[in-house]
């Protein structure tokens, strides 16, 4: 059976993505930028108006920054709440697109929607927890459990927690919430802060990684502790630039878990922390994927 | 429809428990020592055959101390595998009885068990994401993550997971693998290293609590951003005995949030942070829900 053609669209800090495919193949997509809602989700409705009139798809998934209302039986249920993005706390996103449309839709974090993609199309299929991490202007994770999103009483939130630090590192942190939290002390913005570089910039050898490394490595041994996945796919600009990060991460875990979980040993820990295998396409089509799952849903409900 | 008669196990390293029940009706147990498995299994097994011949049961429930091996593709299914414990290492268990009765066996580690009963009977119910974590000789947690047990490479081991130290905590921490892991800094025994006492003789304005309240906060922060859990139970012989306890974790984890979660406010926190409503019956009334679950599994895939 062919997959059904659905519409997705990525809502990000900067710019946003419409687009049009049919199982992981995109047919069709546009940019827009991140200005007003009113703009922003005015562009991208029109743009899946035209493609709806050519050929009605079946559902849309939506992948945003955060935070979200994820929670079906409340009245904010697909808005995006308290962003200190300008303009855009409480703004209805689901809610406004199914309307418009009349079909299915699927409403996730960016990153959830690209833990989906990885579960669906990369190489997280049919695992039965697997993480997706993004560490690039911002960190964030999202996690698909027994075949579905992980969320409860909000989204994950992984940016934010705080790690032990590197013994020496001094560095007070930029995140403007917690300072340390792992975001403060890991995200693009905090490795330039602490060396006055980009990251693409700085060479493999740089001092500076290792307390970025010992960052990341404090919440890769803790997802494994906590949420045992079979594969956590570490990507953004930063994750996915910086092939020399993922070994110095796994070499860290191996020595923090001191052998205590059986098997997990430095050639597990390869195959388990790598870069996502969609590359900087599973965001995008993540959405399609919550697409198509907002379909099945629906069938599952009917 | 009244539910299925289920049998029920809980090892545990001194006890283990066999249990006969309907629903969350215990209609009888019994206890025997924790020797050595060709011993404890067996008296364990004799007995479930003295209650199969006098009523067949439909399935039965495992909740066992770990590791496990829970990966049904694997030859070592069903195992207990590498545990320190004298005699018991790569123990065959779900297969062993699921041979003897030609029933259904659910296997989980003993605190995913009581997360299930929590899930299913208690105040977790119908919750997307929930949480059980024991403090006593150990610490160790289980989850319910869309409505079944959350594993993948393993099971959780969130005992081990490595926690910032409290400003001027200088305990070395007593876990034989990590020292300074949860476990090493906030349980029973831990408690006891601290401060020369049992955890229950400590009254509850003494300084040693702090640090163990810190530690725990910790965890807990950490599972709210990476579970997003609407519920987090926390049982086990330190966390029901001490309800000052809790109170600490909630205030600490409201400031290592600092507000950053949307409408997880300290009201929030003590709704989401509780003891079990199941108390110290959650983990044997989980056995009996391991095996409902195994049944209605066999029936889904059917």
């Not at 062919?2 to 710019?15: C, P, R």
């Not at 590192?169 to 792992?182: A, M, V, W």
């Not at 878990?257 to 195959?271: C, K, P, Q, S, T």
């Amino acid at each position: 059976m062919s997959e059904a053609l659905v519409a997705g669209l990525e809502l990000g800090g900067t710019k946003c993505l419409a687009l049009l495919g049919r199982g992981q193949v995109i047919c069709d997509r546009i940019v827009v930028p991140t200005t007003s809602p009113a703009d922003t989700l005015g562009q991208l409705e029109t743009q899946l108006r035209l493609w709806f009139q050519h050929e009605p798809f079946a559902a849309i998934g939506i992948g945003s920054f955060g935070p979200l209302a994820l929670d079906r039986t409340r009245p904010d249920y697909g808005f995006i709440t308290n962003t200190p993005k300008p303009g855009w706390a409480d703004t209805e996103v689901a809610g406004r697109f199914g309307a418009a449309f009349g079909v299915p839709v699927g409403f996730e974090t960016d990153v959830t929607a690209a833990a989906l993609a990885e579960h669906r199309w990369g190489a997280a299929q049919g695992m039965t927890s697997s993480v997706y991490l993004t560490i690039g202007t911002g960190i964030g994770g999202g996690a698909i459990v027994n075949g579905r999103p992980l969320r409860g009483f909000l989204h994950p939130e992984m940016g934010h927690v705080r790690v032990r630090r590197e013994a020496g590192d001094s560095f007070s942190g930029i995140c403007p919430f917690h300072g340390d939290c792992l975001e403060g002390l890991a995200s693009g913005p905090a490795i330039a802060a602490r060396s006055g570089r980009r990251a693409q910039d700085i060479p493999s050898d740089d001092p500076v990684w290792r307390p970025v490394a010992g960052a990341l490595a404090e919440i890769v041994a803790m997802l494994i502790l906590t949420l045992s996945p079979e594969r956590i796919a570490i990507g953004g600009g930063v994750g996915c630039g910086q092939p020399h990060l993922l070994s110095l991460i796994r070499a860290r875990v191996a020595t923090m878990l001191a052998d205590y979980v059986a098997d997990m040993d430095i050639n597990a820990l390869e195959r388990i922390i790598d870069t996502p295998c969609l590359a900087d396409q599973a965001g995008p089509l993540g959405t399609l994927a919550l697409a198509l799952a907002a379909i099945e849903e629906t069938a599952g409900a009917g």
